[in-house]
């Protein structure tokens, strides 16, 4: 599949990008109300705690005055019939105090209780239904893979940045493990082995390491770094690059930084192994799964900022967007070219006015949306 402007040329971003317009307002048009209904709910609930904080505060200080009073005009009483006069007082006041202290914060607990109940049913719907657009609609994110052995199953996140916010994915493999063998093919890799008939010595042996396991696993556009495992973990392979910068640790040697060992060392291959593990992560995700949804470093849900990061995904659309519209031929449509795998051709396009419709339909925060997209009606 190929995605082109109008006038045939590559498109910058090769995606369905009229598609992802599309998802982009749908999914909009369904989240919004649910963070909305959100707010306004929780707005009602913390407006009853605050007033019950309040209530207790002044419970307590009211309490503290009565009590020093009592004291006051009670202190120098000495017969046993005023003191047990004064201490039934003081018991009656303990009784009631913490009646009502009790009541006020039994009631704080349940609003508190109810407000992270709502919250978890908020996050749990609007992650479901950002997850379909999030599998590639935002555009110009960073990715880091991570991935590691589980129960004897290889699973993984994904974790995406753009612009201050932040989303994290749950990853699923086609395969519960894979080796080296499985994903690059043979691979050796040198060691020191005692050796000899009479007298022994340690010489450099190559061993072949295809069939460690896949234990660890991180890397991004810069950096890798990977841990293999025998089946005993007994034998153990990390191996990390960055740059122009390889380190080999292999059965407890730092391989990198022995010139006996390195001489035995095709830096080629271990490099090539290293691509061809990212290839193999990548290619290899059955399910994805989003899980987390963060601005600034918070939880952008619980913290009712999810418009917050429509804006920001908004943003990533304008440049295509902008460079659509001079690319093409009719004034005000957002036009796109497709290439089927089998040469056949078809062109597909959207209006800023039909954008613009559709998004006006949310209020204000569909029209803020418009502005960002540079589809509002001008």
Same mark, same amino acid.
């Given at each position: 599949? +190929? ?13 369905d990008v009229i598609q992802d317009l599309q998802d982009f307002v749908y999914t909009s048009s369904k989240v919004l109300p649910i963070e909305n209904a959100s707010i306004e709910k ?50 009656? &006041? ?41 599998? !590639? !609609? ?5 990715? +880091? ?10 699973? !993984?996140?994904l974790t995406s940045i753009v612009s201050g916010m932040e989303y994290e994915s749950e990853l699923t493999f086609t395969d519960n493990s894979t080796t080296i063998r499985g994903f ?6 040198? #060691? ?35 841990? *293999? ?6 034998? +153990? ?5 960055? !740059? ?18 390195? $001489? ?32 600034? $470093? ?10 917050? &990061? ?6 990533? *659309? ?5 460079? &659509? ?25 959207? #209006? ?27």
């Open positions: 599949m +190929k995605y082109t402007f109008q006038d045939s040329n590559d498109l910058s971003i090769q995606r929780n707005d009602d609930l913390i407006g009853r705690r605050t007033s019950l904080e309040n209530g207790s505060e002044e419970l307590e200080s009211a309490n503290s005055k009565l009590l020093d009073f009592i004291d006051r005009i009670t202190g120098e009483f000495e017969e046993k019939e005023l003191l047990d006069y004064r201490n039934s007082i003081l018991d009656a &006041c303990e009784t009631s105090f913490n009646k009502s202290s009790g009541a006020m914060l039994s009631d704080i607990e349940s609003i508190n209780k109810d407000i992270d109940k709502g919250l978890d049913d908020v996050e749990r719907q609007i992650l479901s239904i950002l997850d379909p657009f999030f599998e !590639g !609609g935002v555009y110009g994110t960073t990715e +880091k893979y991570f991935a590691s052995m589980d129960r004897n199953v290889l699973r !993984g996140k690059f093919g043979t691979l050796y890799l040198p #060691t020191w082995k005692r050796s000899g008939i009479i007298y022994k010595e340690d010489k450099v042996k190559l061993e072949d390491v295809s069939d460690l396991i896949l234990s660890n696993l991180d890397f991004d556009d810069h950096h890798i770094s990977a841990m *293999f495992v025998n089946k005993k973990a007994t034998k +153990k392979l990390k191996a990390e690059m960055g !740059g122009d910068s390889l380190v080999i640790y292999y059965d407890g040697n730092e391989v990198t930084a022995d010139p006996a060992l390195m $001489g035995s060392v095709k830096e080629e291959h271990v490099v090539a192994m290293l691509d061809a593990l990212k290839d193999y992560i990548r290619s290899h995700v059955k399910r994805k799964t989003l899980v987390k949804l963060m601005i600034d $470093g918070e939880d952008a849900i619980r913290n009712n900022q999810t418009f917050d &990061c429509l804006k920001l995904i908004a943003e990533q *659309f304008t440049d295509i967007i902008n460079e &659509c519209i001079d690319r093409g031929y009719t004034d005000g449509e957002i036009t796109i070219k497709i290439e089927q795998n089998d040469g056949t051709r078809t062109e597909k396009y959207v #209006t800023k006015a039909e954008l613009f419709d559709q998004l006006s339909e949310f209020g204000s925060e569909g029209l803020e949306l418009a502005s960002l997209l540079g589809v509002e009606n001008i």
